[in-house]
C-alpha cells in the first residue's frame, strides 16, 4: 500500500520523504519501491535522526510518508513535521497506541483502519494460529518502570531459572521440530535459552543489536535454510525486521506494550498454504491484552483506552492451556476438546492463576516420572481410556491426545 501510493506520486513528479526509525529497513524498502515501479530518484529514503539535522538542505517534499508511525511523537518526528507543516502526511502503522495506551492524536487527524487481523486470516493472508498459554513465571512480581513496560528487575524476578526446562518441554509437545523465534527478557536469558535447546539437540542462536552484521546474517540464513531451529533475542525481531518464515513463537518476555505483544505474537503468521502458526506464551501476555486478532477499538483519542484487562473475554483450557474467545453456552476446548469444569464467578485473571498453578504442578510431578509404567507403555499397548489418560500425564501430552488415541482405537462411540 505504501509503495502503490508513494509510486502514484512520484508518477506526478512529486518528491516523498520517507521516513524510518531504523537504517536497516531502508535497503529492504528500496527495493520494494523499485520492484512496484516507484521513482526512486524522486524518494528521500531518510532516517529520522539523520533528516532531522538536515531540513535546510534537503529539498521540499510532497508528500512525507512515515512508517510505524506510533514512533511519531518523539521530539524528532514532530520538528520534521512542523518544519514542513504544509506538506500532507500519512503515517503507517499496525498498532495505533503509544506504550502507556494513549492514542495518536496529537501527530494525526485521522485514523483510517484497515482490514482486521481476523479478515487476513480468513481470508489467507495471515496463517490462522493455535495459541497456548502454560504460564511459566510469576507475574506477581512484575513492576511497572516510568517507561510504562515492566522494569528488566521485576522481570529477572518473576522470569527464574527454574523455567527453562518447562520451556524446552512444552517446546516439544507443542511444536516439536518447527522453526521458532523465542521472546526473551533479556540478554542474558536469550543466551540461556539457547543453550537449553542446544543441548537438548535443537540447534539454537542468540542475536542482539550488539551482534556483529556478518554473524548475524549468517545466523539468519542458517534459520532460513533450517539448519538452527530457534531463535532467540529479546526485542530485535521487531517492526520491520525481516526474519525468515517461521511458524511458533515462543514468548518469555511479558510485556506491558500492547504493540510489542501483536508484532511478537504473529511474527509465527505469515501466510503458506496449510500452515498453522504455534504461539506459546509463557509469560501471561494474552491475560493482559486478549488473543493477538482480536477485535479492538482504536482511537486518536488519548482519553479513550483501548482494551484493557478487565474486559479480556480469553478462557485458558484447564487441560492443555489452550486459549480461546470464552464461547456462549459450554464451555468446550477448541484444541482438546474436553469440557471446562464449571468455574465460580471469579474475576477471569484468577480463575487463569489457579488453572495455571495446578498446571506448574502437574508438570513437576510429570518429570519425575520416568521410571513409571505408564512412560513406557506405547498407544498400542494401552488398554482402557484411562491407560492413555494416564500416559498423556506422565509424558506431558495434551488430553486431547489421549482423547483422539482413544478415538483411534475405537475406545470411543
Ligand atoms: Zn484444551
Known amino acids: 500500500m505504501v509503495a502503490e501510493i508513494a509510486r502514484m506520486t512520484t508518477l506526478k513528479g512529486n518528491r516523498v520523504l520517507f521516513l524510518v526509525h531504523r537504517r536497516e529497513l531502508i535497503d529492504q524498502i528500496k527495493k520494494t519501491f523499485k520492484e512496484i515501479g516507484v521513482n526512486n530518484a524522486l524518494v528521500n529514503f531518510g532516517m529520522v535522526q539523520t533528516v532531522v539535522r538536515h531540513l535546510q538542505t534537503i529539498k521540499k517534499p510532497q508528500l512525507i510518508i512515515t512508517d510505524e508511525n506510533h514512533h511519531g511523537l518523539a521530539a524528532s518526528y514532530r520538528k520534521i513535521y512542523e518544519y514542513y507543516s504544509d506538506v500532507p502526511r500519512l503515517g503507517f502503522t499496525a498498532t495505533p497506541i503509544r506504550l502507556n495506551g494513549s492514542g495518536l492524536g496529537d501527530v494525526n487527524d485521522v485514523l483510517i483502519e484497515g482490514v482486521s487481523a481476523k479478515w487476513l486470516i480468513e481470508n489467507h493472508r495471515l496463517a490462522p494460529y493455535e495459541y497456548y498459554a502454560p504460564r511459566l513465571i510469576d507475574t506477581a512480581e512484575l513492576k511497572k518502570a516510568s517507561t510504562g513496560d515492566f522494569t528488566k528487575k521485576s522481570m529477572d524476578k518473576a522470569v527464574k531459572n527454574t523455567i527453562y526446562g518447562d520451556v524446552l518441554k512444552h517446546y516439544k509437545t507443542l511444536a516439536d521440530g518447527e522453526q521458532a523465534i523465542a521472546y526473551c527478557h533479556s540478554i542474558e536469558a536469550s543466551k540461556h535459552t539457547a543453550n537449553i535447546f542446544n543441548q537438548a539437540g535443537y540447534k539454537a542462536a542468540h542475536i542482539d543489536a550488539k551482534t556483529p552484521k556478518d554473524e548475524r546474517s549468517e545466523i539468519i540464513e542458517s534459520f532460513r535454510k533450517h539448519e538452527i531451529k530457534i531463535l532467540c ?15 511458533t513463537v515462543i514468548m518469555l518476555r511479558p510485556t ?13 503468521m505469515r501466510y503458506r498454504p496449510d500452515k498453522t502458526s504455534i504461539i506459546i506464551d509463557h509469560v501471561g501476555n494474552v491475560n493482559r491484552f486478549g488473543l493477538p486478532d482480536m477485535d479492538r477499538e482504536w482511537s486518536l483519542d488519548t482519553k479513550k483506552k483501548t482494551k484493557t484487562d478487565s474486559d479480556v473475554s480469553v478462557v485458558q483450557c484447564a487441560f492443555c492451556f489452550g486459549a480461546y474467545e470464552r464461547p456462549k453456552g459450554e464451555n468446550i476446548c477448541p484444541y482438546c476438546g474436553e469440557l ?38 506405547t498407544e498400542d499397548e494401552a488398554s482402557t481410556i484411562e491407560d492413555l489418560y494416564a500416559i498423556a500425564r506422565v509424558k506431558g501430552f495434551k488430553p486431547g491426545w489421549a482423547y483422539m488415541a482413544a478415538k483411534r482405537k475405537g475406545m470411543l462411540i
Open 233 to 247: 533475542n529479546v526485542d530485535l525481531i521487531g517492526e520491520g525486521f525481516d526474519v525468515p518464515d517461521c511458524s
Open 256 to 268: 506491558q506494550s500492547l504493540s510489542l505483544y501483536i508484532q511478537q505474537s504473529m511474527r509465527g
Open 340 to 377: 471446562q469444569p464449571i468455574e465460580e464467578r471469579k474475576s477471569e485473571l484468577e480463575i487463569d492463576e489457579s488453572a495455571e498453578l495446578m498446571k506448574v504442578g502437574e508438570t513437576k510431578i510429570t518429570l519425575n516420572f520416568e521410571n513409571n509404567k505408564y512412560y513406557n507403555m
